[in-house]
């Protein structure tokens, strides 16, 4: 399955330190966990001895991974080392655990089941650019599917109803043509306009916005807000918001933001606090939203010209032959 090739977000860096961490990945359980580097791993969480949870073991004093149940201790690479009902015994190549690859990028530990595909998580430019602070909020465990996620993240025709007095106003609903192109990621939408009555924690006036919107894979988009007249040509930053999905289930998800904002005065708590408010207007419709699974035959729910992001996207899940959260 090709989702098995991609790279998913599985764990917030800081949660994974000096226990293994339980968590669900494209229906299946998995395990990570630190070696004596440091390094981030993961394992299937199921010991290949009697099944029992990797998860509920430890990692010994010299990096391994230790099963619950009988002692089994496992080396990064999911080699078996030790069985310690039979010390002198040399464990065969046969004897490891199911390794799959693991990475931390933009605060977030990801996972690759196969070895193939694309060699890094899905980008997000604003990670390195020093004059933005970075942090992360989430995760948000959504009863919807990952495709539907991404697609709410694009539209902005729901701001006035969804985010009334936040994002949009009932009273300047109309949203602008904008440009859709195909990217190697997904795609990329510029020009996108909407009237805003506080687009962010410091507005102080309502304002027209505009923004980009890019895939960067197929469960992960980002958000970039496109500076104001003037001020490009003094900072040339651009404020950022990344959406990264993981896909526990066709119909369950686990969501995180990673912010890259120009506000360094803020405490965390109260930048997370506004996209915390706003991704809770949103978790109850798409929580709403039939059938669960996004359908990619375009003829089966309605389209307008506002939906021209959404009605690529889907077009870009059929092409790369993505089966998981979608119908």
Same mark, same amino acid.
């Given at each position: 399955?090709?989702?098995?090739?991609?790279? +998913?977000p599985?764990? &917030?860096?800081?949660?994974v *330190?000096?226990?293994?961490?339980?968590?669900q990945?494209?229906?299946?359980p998995?395990?990570?966990w630190?070696?004596?580097?440091?390094?981030?791993?993961?394992?299937?969480?199921?010991?290949?001895?009697?099944? *029992?949870?990797?998860?509920?073991?430890?990692?010994? /004093?010299?990096?391994?991974?230790?099963?619950?149940?009988?002692?089994?201790?496992f080396?990064?690479?999911?080699?078996?080392?030790?069985?310690?009902?039979?010390?002198?015994?040399?464990p065969p190549?046969? +004897?490891?655990?199911?390794?799959?690859?693991?990475?931390?990028a933009?605060?977030?530990?990801?996972?690759?089941?196969?070895?193939?595909?694309s *060699?890094a @998580?899905?980008?997000?430019?604003?990670?390195?650019?020093?004059?933005?602070? $970075? &942090?992360?909020?989430?995760p %948000?465990?959504?009863?919807?599917?990952?495709?539907?996620?991404? #697609?709410?993240? &694009?539209d902005?025709?729901?701001?006035?109803?969804v +985010?009334?007095?936040?994002?949009g106003?009932?009273?300047?609903?109309?949203?602008?043509?904008?440009?859709?192109?195909?990217?190697?990621? =997904?795609?990329?939408a510029?020009g996108? $306009?909407?009237?805003q009555?506080?687009?962010? &924690? +410091?507005? !102080?006036?309502?304002?027209?916005?505009?923004?980009?919107? #890019?895939? !960067?894979?197929? %469960?992960a988009?980002?958000?970039?807000?496109? @500076?104001?007249?003037?001020?490009?040509?003094?900072?040339?930053?651009?404020?950022?918001?990344?959406?990264?999905?993981?896909?526990?289930t066709p119909v369950?998800?686990?969501?995180?933001?990673?912010l890259?904002?120009?506000?360094?005065?803020s405490?965390d #708590?109260?930048l997370?606090?506004?996209?915390?408010?706003?991704?809770?207007?949103?978790? @109850?419709?798409?929580?709403?939203?039939? /059938?669960?699974?996004?359908?990619?035959?375009l003829?089966?729910?309605?389209?307008? *010209?506002?939906? $021209?992001?959404?009605?690529?996207?889907?077009?870009?899940?059929?092409?790369?032959g993505?089966?998981? =959260?979608?119908?």
């Amino acid at each position: 399955m090709v989702e098995s090739s991609l790279w +998913h977000p599985v764990a &917030l860096v800081g949660d994974v *330190a000096q226990t293994p961490v339980a968590v669900q990945l494209l229906q299946q359980p998995v395990v990570v966990w630190r070696d004596a580097e440091g390094l981030v791993q993961a394992f299937a969480d199921q010991c290949p001895h009697r099944g *029992a949870r990797l998860s509920l073991g430890r990692v010994t /004093p010299q990096g391994q991974l230790e099963c619950p149940y009988h002692g089994w201790q496992f080396a990064a690479d999911g080699r078996c080392t030790y069985v310690p009902a039979l010390p002198a015994f040399v464990p065969p190549p046969g +004897h490891c655990a199911r390794a799959f690859e693991a990475r931390e990028a933009h605060g977030v530990v990801w996972v690759r089941m196969e070895q193939q595909g694309s *060699a890094a @998580p899905p980008a997000f430019a604003a990670e390195y650019d020093a004059r933005l602070r $970075k &942090l992360n909020c989430g995760p %948000y465990d959504v009863a919807a599917s990952a495709p539907r996620i991404i #697609e709410n993240f &694009l539209d902005m025709s729901h701001f006035g109803f969804v +985010h009334e007095g936040w994002l949009g106003s009932r009273d300047a609903t109309a949203i602008d043509d904008y440009r859709v192109e195909a990217t190697p990621t =997904g795609l990329l939408a510029t020009g996108c $306009k909407a009237w805003q009555p506080q687009s962010n &924690l +410091h507005s !102080t006036a309502p304002a027209q916005v505009e923004y980009t919107y #890019e895939v !960067t894979a197929p %469960y992960a988009a980002v958000l970039t807000k496109v @500076p104001e007249a003037g001020t490009t040509a003094l900072d040339g930053w651009r404020e950022s918001i990344a959406l990264f999905i993981c896909p526990v289930t066709p119909v369950r998800s686990r969501v995180w933001f990673r912010l890259a904002v120009a506000d360094f005065d803020s405490p965390d #708590e109260k930048l997370q606090a506004f996209q915390h408010t706003i991704f809770t207007q949103d978790q @109850p419709v798409l929580e709403s939203q039939t /059938p669960q699974l996004l359908p990619l035959d375009l003829r089966a729910e309605l389209h307008t *010209a506002t939906d $021209k992001a959404s009605s690529a996207y889907r077009r870009y899940l059929r092409q790369s032959g993505i089966t998981l =959260g979608v119908c």
